[in-house]
């Protein structure tokens, strides 16, 4: 079996390039001529990097879980250190994007800023709001599943427990629009029982050509699949009010986001897996870069769009995307690598006391 504390380079190759993509959806602002000539003005792809993620926090959930002592300690452990790889980084740049917002002249009412930074729902009538800053929108969405996953650990349901939460809070989305049952968190369900099943083959199990067929089908039905509209489209009142859980094609083919976009990605996910011992994945480094580089866009999309004024699209884009890779580097390095290793620390030291 596959061990729970190895590393996959090949679910790290696609964390970094779907984090990549998400960039690139959040840069419609920028007219840049060879991707117009495919897109149309002012349309990039890349929101399917979302469903991605999703796929693989699910798999990587449950290695996590399965390695976890059970009980109310190893679920306490289990949460204190996903609630460290997500808070500190995160309360930082909604704290900074807050300031800029306020000086700005922008106003918020308190119970937002609060729900915004303790990643809880917020409601405008009857329409979900994101929160301060936009992308924490499916950090709620992963806390709750990591909750969720705690619990199962807590009551010894390691498996159960975590997807029988997720069916039920969807089938309450069913009935009243319960937000953390919208339909992307049955993409956690997805990663965690593709782990499970994957982690009970036996390593001499060997790839076959199949797979890399495989990789290359599900890779051009996720960029078709990608074709979709995840917003800006008229809502007719026929979608949720949970923003972003229907994919529209042509503007008249509403399909649910785990089946549009959530089926190619874990089909992409399940044959790089498949071929994790066939490739190199020389891009599987730059994994641990992923959660600064996803929320820094914040900061330099904006800067990126101030450059317009002084140069052309294509090079506004080119030099905001060179921006955050330098901020996402030196974000990693000083701030998210030091607190990992603080916490895996006390971690560690707790489990021996």
């Known amino acids: 079996m596959r061990s729970e504390k190895k590393t996959l380079k090949s ?5 970094i390039f779907a984090a990549i993509a998400v960039v690139f959806s959040h840069a419609g602002m920028f007219s840049i001529p060879f991707i117009n000539a495919f897109l149309g003005v002012h349309r990039f792809l890349g929101a399917i990097g979302v469903d991605v993620f999703f796929i693989v926090s699910g798999y990587v959930m449950y290695l996590s879980a399965s390695s976890a002592s ?22 930082i740049v909604t704290g900074l994007w807050l300031v800029i917002e306020l000086n700005a002249g922008v106003h918020f009412e308190m119970q937002y800023i609060v729900e915004s930074l303790l990643l809880l729902p917020s409601k405008v009538g009857i329409q979900q709001k994101d929160p301060i800053v936009y992308l924490g929108w499916t950090l709620r969405f992963e806390l709750y599943f990591y909750l969720l996953v705690s619990l199962g650990i807590a009551l010894k349901s390691r498996l159960v427990f975590p997807i029988t939460g997720i069916v ?7 009935f009243n629009g319960y937000y953390f049952g919208a339909p992307i ?7 965690f029982l593709l782990a499970f099943f994957m982690s009970r083959k036996p ?8 797979d890399f067929v495989g990789f290359f089908v599900s890779l051009g039905l996720l960029i078709l699949a990608s ?3 995840d917003f800006g489209y008229d809502s007719g009142g026929i979608y949720t009010d949970v923003p972003r859980m229907w994919i529209v094609y042509q503007d008249k083919l509403p399909v649910v986001r785990c089946v549009a976009w959530g089926v190619p990605a874990l089909m992409l996910v399940y044959f790089s897996i498949r071929l ?14 992923t959660f600064s ?3 820094l866009q914040v900061f330099t999309n904006p800067l990126a769009e101030s450059f317009q004024a002084s140069m052309s699209d294509t090079w506004a884009f080119i030099c905001g995307l060179g921006l955050l890779f330098v901020l996402t580097y030196a974000s990693y390095t000083y701030f998210e690598k030091p607190i990992l290793k603080t916490t895996l620390y006390r971690l560690k030291a707790g489990s021996k006391s």
Do not use: H, Q
């Open 227 to 229: 074709m979709g509209k």
């Open 293 to 295: 580089l996803y929320l």
């Open 203 to 210: 390593d001499y199990v060997v790839s076959s050509w199949r």
């Open 168 to 174: 039920v809070s969807f089938v309450i989305w069913l």
């Open 276 to 289: 994790e011992d066939k490739w190199n994945w020389p891009f599987a480094k730059l994994g641990k870069y």
């Open 185 to 191: 968190v049955l993409e956690f369900i997805g990663g």
């Open 11 to 15: 679910l790290e190759t696609l964390r």
């Open 70 to 91: 059970v009980g109310c300690e190893g679920a306490a452990r289990f949460l204190l250190n996903r609630v460290l790889r997500i808070f500190p980084l995160y309360l």
